[in-house]
């Protein structure tokens, strides 16, 4: 099996909502499709918009997140609860725990401390091709293995879309709790 490789991705864009248990939430694109890392060889590389999707129909409610890519020597601060692969890229919800280093990741990225996520994979089929004279590697499938919250990040076209809490009332968000609210009353 192959050595679980990391690329670190830009985060931007904040907001904050909890959800019906209290758990706040870190949104971001953990793999942008148009963005091109420039690995220590010099050889480019990018991800097919479908490299992730067999990670994340088989096990993708069990990608956790990390602070860096602490995998083996801490617990996670958040689990994945939701995956949309969208033009821009795949787009992950995490859940986060409540524990302290769960708060202070939160609080890091509200405040724009810190402004990466990292996505840690094993490559399973790649394309070989040239780009503007360079070897570029292009990762048609990749097992996902999880996603670190970062300070330097790989991908610039990556960014937390959103740190925040369920609100049932918010119709963009919740639009079929948002309509039959008044039931509940």
């Known amino acids: 099996m192959s050595e679980i490789q990391t690329r670190h991705i830009e985060l931007a864009g904040l907001e904050t909502r909890e959800d019906d248990e209290g758990h706040r939430h870190l949104v971001g694109v953990v793999v942008p499709w148009h963005g091109t890392y420039t690995m220590p060889n010099g050889t480019t590389e990018s991800f097919a918009r479908s490299a ?52 202070e990741v939160i609080t890091l990225a509200e405040d724009g401390l810190v402004s990466g996520l990292s996505v ?32 330097t990040p790989a991908y610039d076209d ?10 049932p009332d918010d119709e963009q968000h919740a639009p079929r709790l948002a309509r039959w609210r008044h039931l509940l009353a």
């Open 52 to 103: 992730f999707d067999k990670s994340v129909a088989e096990r993708g409610d069990r990608i956790p997140l990390y602070q860096q890519h602490a995998t083996t020597d801490t617990l996670p601060v958040g689990n994945a609860v939701e995956w949309s692969n969208t033009a821009d890229g795949l787009v992950a919800d995490f859940r986060m725990a409540r524990t302290a280093r769960a708060d």
């Open 158 to 167: 990556a960014r937390v879309l959103a740190v925040r809490a369920f609100d």
């Open 120 to 151: 840690g994979f094993r490559p399973i089929r790649n394309r070989s091709e040239k780009r503007n004279d360079r070897p570029h590697v292009v990762r048609l499938e990749a097992a996902l293995d999880h996603v670190g919250f970062v300070a």
